[in-house]
């Protein structure tokens, strides 16, 4: 296809950025700055059944296919539609049975090259940024990432040599560092998982810790929208990590996925910092060593508590087990964190999907409530998580029976979403009618 811009803005040289794009207009709160339809995607094996593999429509009722029966489908059509890429996939499932388990970067990656040699020309996710250009950073992966790069190329030709032809591993050590810089998670309305996928126009967009725009999807469509007002010649900026965390944090998972320090002016003022690390009100303070020790072991057990969590998304701990660690690591750092500090509310954020796995619903309500008001004091306005925690809270309360409760906590998320998602997107319609049902 012709190579066009995105109306409103242009991509530019961007100071001590590289490239990115800027605002070629005004763009209003809630404003629609555009929207970019994936390159290539993969919908998470967890969510198989309940979504269509080629739209990602939820419903129920769904076709299976006939030959693997493991993809499902909205009708004939998204069936036809996803066969171009389904089809790498089908022959190996039926072949290797139990024993076909790529990781999602590996299915990704397969579709990625597929789609490269059946599309030449630059596609309509690649108006200001061809997927050829994604930076890989080879040079400043540590022995560990290229060791995963290594895995997922094997993983590659066992499962797919097959049926398509690989580029040299050399080239695939670069699609595969590519993907992991530039990849996108697609999430629902409550941040669940849904797929990964390559948005090559989105991922033009620099970092800050105080985004003015925000990205939702709608089916496999990425959508931009402006949460700030933005005026001409502004920088368009997004999010690439969690921003509940004090600066220290963030930089440091900026640089270890994304290989730069952040220089906005929310680390270069830190004035989130103070409240986010919020210590208790002791009669004898803590010593400074005191409270390192405990940022240090909050650190420590949030690593721990992922890896007891997940394992290829599978849940490999007791629930039980997962929730005894959180109750008990709330108990430490209780001791010094007041309960809005954010490793706190991290933790609590963990034992309350816990507690959700385990239908432990007023358990899951106690967290919440605990959560949601310094969530909306440390997040940015207009944050998703924000939005998510008040969508389960309400979902909650009105399964609990507390329907004042949970109609006004339906309404506060609808208030973030309208602007993060357009007041027509389809989660927002799903909300208005569970409000309306309570009648």
Known sequence: ???????????????????????????????????????????????????????????????????????????????RGDWPM??????????????????????????????????????????????????????????????????????????????????????????????????FTIEDEELSHLGSAVFPDVALMNHSCNPNVIVTYKGTMAEVRAVQEIKPGEEIFTSYIDLLYPTEDRNER???????????????????????????????????????????????????FRRAKHYKNILVSPPSELLEICELSLEKMGTIFDVTNVYMLHMMYQAMGVCLYMQDWEGAMNYGEKIIKPYSMHYPACSLNVASMYLKLGRLYLGLEKTAVGVKALKQALAIMEVAHGKDHHYLAEIRKEIEEQK
């Open 254 to 304: 900026l640089k270890d996925s994304y290989f730069f320090t952040c220089e906005c002016q929310e680390c270069i003022t830190k004035s989130k910092d103070k409240a986010k690390m919020e210590i208790r009100k002791l009669s004898t303070p803590p010593m400074p060593e005191e409270i390192r020790d405990m940022v240090r072991y909050a650190r420590n057990i949030i690593e721990e």
């Open 86 to 183: 389904h089809k790498l996939e089908c022959s190996a499932m039926c072949a290797f049975g139990e024993d076909w388990s790529p990781s999602e970067t590996v299915r990704l990656a397969a579709r990625i090259i597929m789609k490269q040699k059946t599309q030449t020309e630059r596609t309509a996710s690649e108006r200001l940024l061809a997927l050829r250009e994604f930076e890989a950073h080879l040079d400043k992966l540590d022995n560990e990432k290229k060791e995963m790069n290594q895995t997922d190329i094997a993983a590659l030709h066992h499962f797919y040599s097959k049926h398509v032809d690989f580029p040299d591993d050399e080239a695939l050590a670069v699609l595969f560092a590519q993907v992991n810089c530039n990849g």
């Open 1 to 79: 296809m012709k190579t066009e811009g995105i109306e409103g803005t242009e991509r530019f040289l961007s100071p001590g950025k590289g490239r990115g794009l800027r605002a070629l207009r005004h763009f209003k709160v809630g404003e629609l700055v555009f929207t970019c339809p994936a390159y290539a995607y993969v919908l998470t094996v967890n969510e198989r059944g309940s979504h269509c593999e080629f739209c990602f429509t939820r419903k129920e009722g769904l076709s299976k296919c006939g030959k693997c029966k493991q993809a499902f489908y909205c009708n004939v059509d998204c069936q």
